[in-house]
């Protein structure tokens, strides 16, 4: 059993930066593929970022390539997501998932543990 608490989301100026952290109980972890999610409001959850579990593989989505990067610290048994140049449309509930899975995954059923989310707002 995993459970995930994310933090660090808040409000942020167009350009701005922020990073969110999820923190992991359980004695699994280290084994856990990793993944953040989003569902802004009004429409369905998507993927942004996965890395597997021992961090030598990231994957991305295409809205997110190159301004946010996907980490984990198996030895604090969390992972983050380091946003940059946030936009507008980066607002949303950023989710935390662990998979009982070693490689990356983009589908959300992949995912068998969800934290309760954070929000971030990105203003223009």
């Known amino acids: 059993q995993v459970q995930l608490v994310e933090s660090g989301g808040g409000l942020v100026q167009a350009g701005g930066s922020l990073r969110l952290s999820c923190a992991a109980s359980?004695?699994?972890?280290?084994?856990?593929?990793m993944g953040w999610f989003r569902q802004a409001s009004g429409k369905e959850r998507e993927f942004v970022a996965a890395?597997?579990?021992?961090?030598?593989?990231?994957y991305y989505a295409d809205s997110v390539k190159g301004r946010f990067t996907i980490s984990r610290d198996n030895a604090k048994n969390t992972v983050y997501l380091q946003m940059n140049s946030l936009k507008p449309e980066d607002t949303a509930v950023y989710y935390c998932?662990?998979?009982?899975?070693?490689?990356?995954?983009?589908?959300?059923?992949?995912?068998?543990?969800w934290g309760q989310g954070t929000q971030v707002t990105v203003s223009s």
């Open positions: 359980g004695r699994t972890f280290r084994f856990n593929a």
């Open positions: 890395i597997n579990w021992n961090g030598g593989s990231t």
């Open positions: 998932a662990a998979a009982n899975q070693y490689g990356v995954g983009v589908q959300d059923d992949y995912y068998d543990y």
